[in-house]
């Protein structure tokens, strides 16, 4: 196994999504000493709840609670302030929410829970966009909620790699870039994300975070996978 730390594998959240809990606790026990965050999603939490946060944490890595919440702001509230009380670090919730709720989602975070904003969702082509009746570009769109997300004081977004070096240039550091959409470590096939980057190109676009599942979870040898990714992050930074 790569010899720890990697500074660089610091930078990677590892999505956690199986239906299946001896998989989700080997994959904890297998990734969780190893890279800095642990994501925790909507498949994992509707199954076990708590627990699944709890199990992350044991190994030590922050913890990525992604909800992706979207509700009035007095509920939206409530149930940022239970995921502080997890001792989450990363919780999403989503732009359309509007400035009100993710004011009071920022109000009712813990001092450790970074709110991270989910603009478009990665599926949603321009086709979409128009039957949804939201004008312009997708383009725009995140850029504008991504500004919106600032101004409520939420911690970064989480956007496709291919935003990345627009949002990077008109929202700088400390605003975090948390990008999902990871290949070509050589390990997959063909799957359902389309809007995709390689880690070393993601990250010199100005990601903070990079979201990888199935190139990891799902190698033949899940441990090389990781050691080849360190080593090209390595390279990076
Ligand atoms: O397996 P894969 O590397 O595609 O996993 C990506 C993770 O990032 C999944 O947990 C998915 O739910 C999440 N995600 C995404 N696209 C978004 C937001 C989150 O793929 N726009």
Redesign the pocket.
């Known amino acids: 196994m790569y010899p720890l730390p990697s500074r660089s594998l610091d930078q990677v959240a590892v ?1 956690l ?1 199986t239906p299946d809990r001896e998989t989700f606790d080997r994959w904890c026990a297998l990734f969780g000493p190893r890279v800095g965050v642990l ?1 925790v ?2 498949q994992a939490f509707v199954r076990w709840g708590p627990d699944a946060v709890a199990e992350a944490r044991r190994w030590g890595p922050r913890v990525f609670l ?1 909800l ?1 919440l979207h509700d009035i702001p007095n509920t939206v509230a409530g149930a940022v302030a239970a995921a502080g009380d997890l001792g989450v670090d990363y919780l ?1 919730v989503h732009a359309a929410g509007g400035p009100s709720m993710l004011a009071a989602a920022r109000e009712a975070a813990a001092e450790r829970t970074k709110l991270l904003v ?1 603009t478009l ?3 949603l082509d321009q086709e979409s966009l128009a039957s949804l009746d939201l004008a312009g570009s997708s383009t725009d769109r995140v850029s504008r909620w991504t500004a919106m997300a600032r101004a409520e004081g939420c911690s970064g977004v ?3 790699p291919l935003e990345l070096a627009r949002l990077r240039e008109q929202n700088p550091s400390p605003f975090l870039l948390v990008t ?4 070509g470590l050589g390990t997959t096939g063909e ?3 389309r809007r995709t980057a390689d880690p070393e190109t993601a990250l010199r676009a100005g990601a903070d975070l990079l ?8 190698a033949p040898d899940p441990e090389a996978a990781l050691r080849t990714l360190a080593e090209t992050l390595d390279s990076v930074s």
């Open positions: 999505a999504d994501k999603g909507l992604d992706k999403t989910v969702l990665t599926h989480v956007c496709s999902p959409g990871i290949r799957d359902d994300q979201v990888i599942g199935r190139p990891l979870t799902r």
